[in-house]
């Protein structure tokens, strides 16, 4: 891999509360090359998306980054004043949100806001911008976008409307996307379509995408690398195929267990597959911790079915195992 384009080391992200402080990123440490698609995979409560947040200084208060820090490009970016930060956000790093209604003004055309940003983060004309709007809507593969730029975000299907969002995030020529569900909204032909303008945009433009998602079948079409959160931690990083098809932490096992397999029955197509034997899909029991009642030691522990005595009171750290990075203490001695 080439020089980190983004390096985030052990970040901790907190939210006090009256009851105690909630930790919902705890120690997480990953980088990206220009160029890659690194996806970030994890159950609903992970972390992945407040990582995210974290990398593009959208922290709500009382959240706050406690710990670790944020290299862009070289440069510290995590403890910025919010103004310089928001002249990155946007001209450097893109994201795009899940609903792109959220993402998109009702009251402006899609036009209006795609110049304004252009002109927002680029010197140009306000003629340049609009060209400039016109060509990024023909790129994401919106049809006839000399017809299309005056009209309003309801006017678009939620295919189109995603693909003006991510238009928006290409506005400024970011060096980084950080992509958020981009494609949980959308019918299957419609991910599709997305998850391959997502890796053109990787090929062409050497922008790095950071694609958050739970989906799995997202990842292996679209990942260079994976990385695995479970409760605020990375559990597991690596080569995507490696980490779908050679899981070693035992979260990432079972999670790839829990994927269904199609396979053609044997014998002729269409003969029917008697005689086989139905396999259950594996599951992996219980629940993701409550961010105010993470164990002690591995935070998986209460889940796993291979935890001995070190995991229930010392926390392990990412260890090199092939090619792949593990935090799991069956890849370390266990103690005599």
């Known amino acids: 891999m080439s020089a980190p384009l983004l390096e985030v080391r052990d970040l901790r992200v907190e939210f006090p509360t009256r009851r105690g402080t909630l930790v919902a990123v705890d120690g997480a440490s990953l980088a990206i090359a220009p160029g890659e698609v690194l996806g970030v995979v994890g159950e609903s409560g992970a972390g992945k998306s407040i990582t995210g947040m974290a990398i593009i200084g959208l922290i709500e208060p009382p959240g706050r980054i406690a710990a670790g820090e944020i290299r862009f490009e070289g440069e510290r970016i995590d403890r910025l004043p919010y103004e310089q930060m928001r002249r990155i956000r946007g001209r450097r790093i893109g994201a795009i949100f899940q609903d792109p209604l959220t993402s998109l003004n009702p009251l402006f055309t899609v036009g209006e806001q795609l110049t304004e940003t252009i002109l927002a983060h680029l010197e140009v004309t306000p003629a340049a911008a609009r060209a400039r709007a016109l060509a990024l809507l023909a790129e994401v593969g919106i049809p ?5 730029i005056d009209h309003y975000p309801h006017q ?28 949980t909204a959308l019918d299957v032909s419609i991910q599709a379509q997305i998850i391959a303008l997502l890796k053109r945009l990787a090929r062409d433009h ?35 195929r490696e980490v779908i098809h050679a899981p070693r932490h035992p979260y990432t096992t079972g999670l ?28 992996i029991e219980g629940a993701m911790p409550r961010l105010n009642a993470i164990p002690q030691g591995c935070a998986f522990n209460p889940r796993c079915p291979r935890r001995f005595d070190r995991c229930l009171t010392e926390r392990p750290e990412l260890v090199a195992v092939g090619t792949n990075h593990v935090a799991c203490w069956l890849y370390a001695d266990r103690p005599r």
């Open 144 to 148: 006839a976008p000399e017809g299309r």
């Open 156 to 183: 678009f299907s939620g295919g189109m409307r995603q693909r003006v969002v991510i238009a928006l995030a290409l506005a400024a020529e970011p060096r980084l996307i950080i992509a958020d569900e981009p494609t």
């Open 206 to 240: 050497g922008t790095a995408v950071m694609l958050i998602t739970h989906d799995m079948g997202v990842i292996a079409e679209t990942a260079d690398r994976v990385a695995v959160m479970y409760a605020g931690r990375i559990a597991e990083v690596g080569p995507v």
């Open 256 to 283: 790839m267990g829990s994927i269904p397999k199609v396979a053609a029955p044997h014998g002729a197509p269409g003969a029917a597959s008697a005689g086989r034997k139905r396999v259950p899909l594996a599951q």
